[in-house]
């Protein structure tokens, strides 16, 4: 039943990561509605670091109290990421508003960054998964 709840949250969390990196894009980008896409991204990135946060919160609860260590790691390390991310859009919001374009490339890439690092994460956590089944 461990092994179930840790896949299933890896499992959401690379759906979350694939729809944030493809169809959110392809949305933004097509949409002609959106009178703000700063805004509305904003607000998006925000949304998509909380469900992450949450998500690696839970993995890092069941691994600890079920004693799962290599999970408990995944968890805790992705939490950290998670709420680099979280902090990193006001910083992001500030470069694009002061047109420091240099800084806002650099801590965009590191945005970038986290979300492959925790997608890549995901996917090796589930091929443990499966070579433990």
Do not use: W
Not at 105 to 129: K, N
Request: include cysteine; charged fraction near 10%; hydrophobic fraction near 55%.
């Amino acid at each position: 039943m461990l092994y179930f709840f840790i896949n299933l949250i890896l499992s959401i969390q690379l759906g979350v990561i694939f729809y944030q990196a493809t169809l959110f894009t392809f949305h933004l980008r097509n949409h002609k509605s959106i009178v703000d896409p700063s805004a509305y991204s904003k607000r998006s990135f925000t949304i998509f670091f909380c469900y992450l946060l949450l998500l690696n919160f839970l993995l890092f609860l069941i691994s600890f109290f079920e004693s799962a260590e290599l999970f408990y790691y995944f968890g805790l390390i992705g939490l950290f990421h998670s709420i680099a991310g979280l902090l990193l859009i006001p910083v992001m919001s500030f470069f694009s508003n002061r047109a420091m374009t240099k800084a806002f490339s650099i801590s965009h890439a590191f945005s970038l960054y986290i979300m492959i690092f925790l997608g890549i994460s995901s996917i090796v956590g589930i091929y443990q998964l499966l070579l433990d089944a």
